[in-house]
């Protein structure tokens, strides 16, 4: 006995030699119940083993279906990064092709070879190309007007009676 409790202590109760043993619950016939059953039969040395192979089926088929989900997702993201990847070399190959073909951004200048504030075009090749142009399409202006004029107009002024001119063609085709 424990003297401060007055209880037992448990090593005196695992001690003893002799355990209490429970009455049997008689067998009654024609009852088929596990309550009135042998003993034998109430606990099925089994169970355990076959709880245990359920559960670890369970859990095996979680950890499957975490892993799928795991490598969907892993799938997934492996093809995002491959089209960020992807758009990120796009824009570096277009910025090569800027960068050779069209000389976007390589020198402080104007898009156009020509100055608007003092109306001179530049003394570059491109320069000399734009004012080329410009000459090209006065000149044709110039011819369009003066055919304009030979078919809408006759050769001479009908109020006055002088032969006319045609409008400013040493202007156009000098």
Known sequence: M??????????????SPVRPSLPRSPQKEGVASIVFSERQYNYNSKFIEEEHQRRLSEFQKKQESFMKRRNQNILKEADRWQAVEDDHFKSIDKL???????????????????????????????????????DRKRFRLG????????????????????????????????
């Not at 424990?2 to 001690?15: D, R």
């Not at 073909?101 to 898009?111: M, S, Y």
């Not at 030979?150 to 000098?174: A, C, D, Q, W």
Request: aromatic residues 8%; proline residues 4%.
């Open 96 to 134: 090569e092709y800027m960068k050779d073909k069209l000389k976007v951004g390589l020198r402080n200048k104007a898009g156009e070879a020509f100055n608007l504030i003092t109306l001179d075009y530049d003394s570059t090749e491109k320069g000399k190309q734009l004012q080329m142009q410009d």
């Open 143 to 174: 011819l369009r007007m003066n055919n304009l004029d030979s078919k809408m107009n006759s050769g001479f002024n009908v109020i006055t009676g002088e032969i006319r001119e045609p409008p400013m063609t040493h202007r156009y085709l000098s």
């Open 2 to 15: 424990n003297p401060l409790t007055g209880g037992a202590h448990y090593l005196e109760l695992s001690q």
